[in-house]
């Protein structure tokens, strides 16, 4: 499953003119492997540098970040939260990546889009985006309605 590249939001309490876009991709990984790592690649495309630190990552998937081992259920929601003893900038241009091992608890294996939201103190408001996932299977509407 290759996820297609989302661009741009206007962080909230931010000048019209002030963009920040952090774009997200994925590895291609197969959806009938039970087991597998997923690299989550960030590329900052806009003029500012972007505070990575305490930035949430959020997706759902039938599996679970696998620190050592199985659990129940057939979707979890998994938060990653990048906690940096300091500020983490990504400089306009760079790219930062993150891997994770995931495991299934059903094959094929189903994830949603992905959700970046950086820390407050990031681009002086909270701000979000999502990496649209269409050529995947994703889970539908339905189960994704507990997540707020």
């Known amino acids: 499953m290759q996820a297609p590249v989302y661009r741009g939001f206007s962080p909230p309490g931010t000048a019209e003119d002030y963009t920040t876009t952090v774009s997200i991709h994925t590895n291609t990984f197969d959806v009938n492997s039970g087991y597998q790592k997923i690299i989550l690649t960030f590329i900052n495309e806009s003029d500012q540098p972007v505070d990575m630190n305490h930035a949430a990552i959020i997706f759902m998937a039938s599996g679970h970040i696998d620190p050592w081992g199985n659990r129940g259920g057939t979707l979890d929601t998994n ?4 906690n940096n003893s300091d500020a983490l900038l990504l400089q306009p241009g760079e790219r930062g990546t993150l891997s994770l091992s995931l495991a299934a608890t ?43």
Request: hydrophobic residues 40%; proline residues 9%; negative net charge.
């Open 106 to 148: 059903q094959v094929p294996v189903k994830m949603s889009a992905i959700t970046l939201t950086l820390a407050p103190s990031s681009t002086e408001g909270a701000a979000s985006e999502t990496i649209s996932d269409e050529d995947s299977p994703v889970i539908p509407a339905t189960d994704t309605a507990c997540r707020a």
């Open 79 to 82: 938060d990653i939260i990048i």
